[in-house]
């Protein structure tokens, strides 16, 4: 069996500060062992494998964004067009102009 790690020595090992190991932890991405007393305030420790199992999961091959483009919904070209705000007005103040 592998020793327990304390909060502070698993945030080193996942790089990230205590606070934010124990947000992952109450969302439920992050599994932890109660060593406290039943009833009372959890203690909480971590084995390396779950550690390790959570960085293995976490971990990502290529950048979502350009890894599959042939299944792209969406165009990579845009179809934006100039518009000329007042086009429109001048022609309405020119056709009244010459009805009068």
């Keep these: 069996m592998s020793s327990l790690l304390t909060p502070v020595q698993a945030a080193e090992l996942l790089a990230v500060t205590p606070k934010h190991l124990l947000e992952l932890t109450n969302e439920g991405a992050l599994r ?3 060593i406290g007393l039943e009833g009372k305030r ?3 420790r971590y084995k390396q494998e ?4 959570f960085i293995e999961k976490r971990s990502q091959k ?3 964004y350009t ?3 042939a ?4 165009p990579m070209t845009s179809s ?3 518009v000329d705000f007042p086009a429109p007005r001048a022609r309405a103040t020119s056709a009244r102009q010459s009805a009068s």
């Design 32 to 34: 932890w062992v109660n």
């Design 42 to 44: 959890p203690i909480r």
């Design 50 to 53: 779950d550690l390790a199992e």
């Design 62 to 64: 290529a950048c979502r």
């Design 67 to 69: 890894e599959n483009t």
């Design 71 to 74: 299944n792209q919904n969406t």
């Design 80 to 82: 934006f067009a100039v």
